[in-house]
């Protein structure tokens, strides 16, 4: 009886345990906002949260180093992780994940305010980006410009904000500048709706089969 009862609860366990990853991955049978979207490529098997491992392997995807990877994960992890987690949850220490539903709870201070507080494109902020600093060509930004903007953003005693967004706009740049050093409008729009990540996955495994071709 004893045994058959430790094997009921271990069964209920695991039915709890997959009720609820279910339940976080229908996040995916509706409307994602442009926030859920552009952080949808990290979540690789698609079950509602980013493990840190899965940020990494996102980052590598795109073509970031080891290294860069590395830090990234437990940098994005560590900063919107604990912010996302549901009220009814139990996050284990480390694990740091970050639930795609509540996405927009994670969204950090001193940045462009292209997203709103629900996650929602805001497109008269995308493009008053470009209408305040695109100084050399309307529709694209250089590396100085890009600097301008960030101090621009940056919100007094806000160092994680700022750091956050100095972070992914200097990571965007250096994949995606073209060989002038501009980092083109229509690239920046995809970043918002997460469409730039496939994009950038897709390039690289299809350079890794034309190398293995040769």
């Known amino acids: 009886m004893a045994g058959k009862a430790a094997a009921d ?3 209920n ?4 345990s997959s009720s609820s990853s279910s339940s976080l991955a229908d996040v995916y049978k509706g ?3 442009p926030l859920q979207r552009h952080v949808a490529f990290f979540d690789r098997n698609k079950d509602g949260i980013i493990y840190p491992s899965e940020t990494y392997q996102g980052f590598r995807a795109i073509g970031c180093g080891v290294a860069l990877s590395a830090a990234a994960a437990v940098f994005v992890n560590g900063g919107l992780g604990p912010k996302t987690v549901p009220e009814n949850e139990k996050s284990a220490p480390f694990k740091l994940p970050i639930y795609v539903k509540n996405i927009h709870k994670g969204k950090h201070g001193s940045d462009s305010g ?3 507080s629900n996650g929602r494109f805001v497109p008269e902020k995308f493009e008053e980006i470009f209408k305040k600093y695109a100084h050399t060509r309307p529709d694209a930004l250089t590396g100085k410009e890009l600097q301008e903007m960030l ?3 940056r919100e007094p005693k806000d160092l994680k904000g700022w750091l956050g967004g ?4 200097k990571v965007l740049y ?3 500048k073209d060989k002038d050093g501009f980092l083109h409008k229509d690239t920046v729009r995809a970043v918002y709706d997460g469409s730039l990540f496939e994009r950038l996955e897709q390039e690289r495994n299809s350079k890794k089969e034309s190398s293995k071709k040769k």
Do not use: I, M, P, R
């Not at 366990?13 to 709890?16: A, F, I, L, P, T």
């Not at 100095?166 to 706009?169: A, G, S, V, Y």
């Open 9 to 11: 609860t271990g069964t």
């Open 13 to 16: 366990e695991v039915e709890e």
């Open 31 to 33: 409307e994602l906002t």
């Open 114 to 116: 292209v997203y709103d």
């Open 151 to 153: 101090q621009a953003n």
């Open 166 to 169: 100095f972070t992914e706009w």
């Open 174 to 176: 250096s994949l995606c």
